[in-house]
């Protein structure tokens, strides 16, 4: 950036809030410049969200603003234009590449700002486009991207070759929870300690709540993710040096006494870029070259965060406006009011009321239950993939649209005909009695799929397939399973039973 630039604000956006976004020598400010922050309610009242984000998002960017003092100006507007128009005028401004596209859209048109390349992400724009554009198939895969970034960015590489031999290490790491306990016994997880900020947050909130400006779903308990960078890197070194290890073996596995497992709990920091990727995935693999960590466990996390995170990014900026309104499977059912209010008793299934709970509470559950739990009952009932879109990007912690689209119409949803996945994931309760504590509480019983015990998971997985059979048994991973319905004595029973549930209203399966 030119010396005379050395006095042009530089707007930070609340999901860009670590260091990283402000350093010069990567492409940020000047290290001079004045920095401004807009706390817009707007965004509050255009989506139900849940408190518990509401509350991470305000934390964090008042708790940054506390930390830049003089250098920075906290504007609180109604909107990001009218705090523009009140902290600079007309005046130019500096902006990193926003992480929506309406926010895209918006700086983009505004003639005083100036928009700067993304941070926070691995690979730039222009390099993702040059991978996406070469490859010979229109279909783009996760797993061809992440072992073209291990090998550019030498992540856990040995030479040129992965490091033990194999890039993916799934299959390691699918175990089942270990058989007779409540707990996956790993120490527990870095808790940070509220501030004043926070009770003024929560005052703000209430205030809202009770004046009617504004309405959230879901609870407001004690602050359990990150707010400030210096959170962020205790969490990091807390899961690095004592919960990766444990990560990777039982990493799709789900335990009702033990919601966080293994997992890093870092999407949030990350998110609202409070850490970077780089100094993630770096520490997993010094933790593994040290030999502290299992290299399954490293790999795990790694491929988290550099190939699914990354790849999920880039996705959505790669694809147009129109993927987001994906809709191959024309699915259009609503989503019932128990499972937009987070109501656990909306349900007599124990896994989905179960996981409710947790999301109602926490804003947070890991990835197979939001996966093959909720995403999955969402896609086998056939409801609208857009407001499922939306319900995950509100009711999520670490929920931004550029996350949740293609996460949810790409694999959720499998709205977009398989464009970034290779097949609908979904199941039927065979699959969650195996990785989980789950079933055995349950009224239902996940072997059977007609009648009063029913499973909804495995009654719903053989309908989907018998709704759809014509696109899926076209699919060589669904082959197999399509024709099972061949072999199904009861399928017309089934599917009967499944047009009464669904006549019965979008709640079937719901607590009687």
């Known amino acids: 950036m030119g010396k005379e630039e050395s006095g042009t604000p530089h707007w930070l956006f609340g999901d860009q809030l670590g260091p990283h976004f402000i350093d010069p020598a990567h492409g940020g400010p000047h290290r001079d410049a004045p920095l401004l922050m807009i706390e817009s309610r707007n965004v509050l009242r255009r989506r139900r969200f849940h408190r518990a984000k509401a509350h991470l998002l305000l934390s964090a960017m008042r708790h940054r603003a506390a930390e830049l003092g003089d250098r920075v100006r906290y504007v609180k507007a109604d909107t990001y234009r009218q705090g523009l128009r009140e902290a600079v005028g007309d005046a130019r401004v500096t ?47 996760q797993e061809d991207f992440y072992r073209w970034v291990r090998r550019t960015h030498g992540l856990l590489m040995e030479g040129d070759r992965p490091a033990g031999g194999r890039w993916n290490l799934d299959h390691d790491n699918r175990q089942p929870p270990p058989r007779g306990v409540t707990e996956l016994g790993a120490p527990a997880p870095y808790r940070p300690r509220e501030s004043e900020i926070d009770d003024e947050v929560r005052s703000d909130l209430d205030r809202w709540s009770r004046d009617g400006d504004v ?29 990766l290890a444990t990560f990777g073996e039982h990493e799709d596995a789900v335990l009702a006494g033990d ?80 499972f937009t209010e987070l109501s656990p008793d909306g349900t007599g299934a124990n896994c989905l009321s179960h996981v409710l709970e947790q999301v ?91 009648g009063e015990d029913a499973c909804p998971f495995t009654a719903g997985y053989w309908n989907l397939l018998h709704r759809h059979r014509d696109r899926f048994e076209r699919n060589a991973r669904m082959t197999r399973a399509v024709r099972g319905l061949d072999r199904l004595h009861d399928l017309d029973a089934l599917l009967e039973q499944e047009r009464e549930r669904r006549a019965d209203g979008p709640g079937a399966g719901r607590r009687r």
């Not at 895209?104 to 554009?133: K, M, N, Q, T, Y």
């Not at 998110?271 to 399954?296: I, M």
């Not at 694999?411 to 789950?438: C, E, V």
């Open 259 to 338: 919601p966080t497992m293994s997992h890093s709990l870092l999407s949030t920091s990350l998110n609202l870029g409070l850490l970077d990727p780089a100094e993630c995935v770096e520490r997993a693999e010094t933790g593994w070259r040290s030999g502290g960590v299992p290299l399954n466990s490293a790999e795990g996390f790694v491929r988290q965060i550099a190939g699914w995170r990354e790849f999920v990014w880039h996705v959505y900026w790669y694809f147009d406006e129109r993927y987001r309104t994906s809709n191959v499977l024309r699915h259009r059912e609503p989503l019932p009011d128990w």
């Open 95 to 141: 902006v990193h590449h926003p992480t929506s596209r309406t926010a895209h859209a918006f700086v983009r048109g505004l003639p005083s700002v100036r928009v700067l390349p993304a941070r926070g992400f691995l690979v730039s724009h222009d390099d993702f486009e040059a991978w996406a554009d070469g490859r010979a198939s229109k279909q783009l895969r």
């Open 215 to 243: 309405e959230f779903v879901g609870d407001d308990a004690p602050r359990r993710f990150p707010a400030t960078r210096r959170e962020a890197l205790a969490a990091l070194r807390r899961f690095v040096e004592h919960r």
């Open 360 to 450: 109602r509470t926490t804003g947070w559950t890991h990835h197979i239950p939001r996966l093959m739990i909720l995403g999955s009952f969402a896609l086998q009932r056939g409801w609208d993939p857009r407001a499922v879109t939306d319900w995950f990007h509100r009711s999520f912690v670490d929920g931004y649209d550029w996350v949740m689209v293609p996460n949810v119409v790409g694999m959720s949803q499998y709205a977009d005909g398989g464009r970034m996945t290779t097949k609908p994931y979904t199941s039927g309760g065979a699959y969650i009695d195996r990785m989980s504590d789950l079933c055995g509480p349950c009224r239902y019983d996940p072997s059977v799929r007609v």
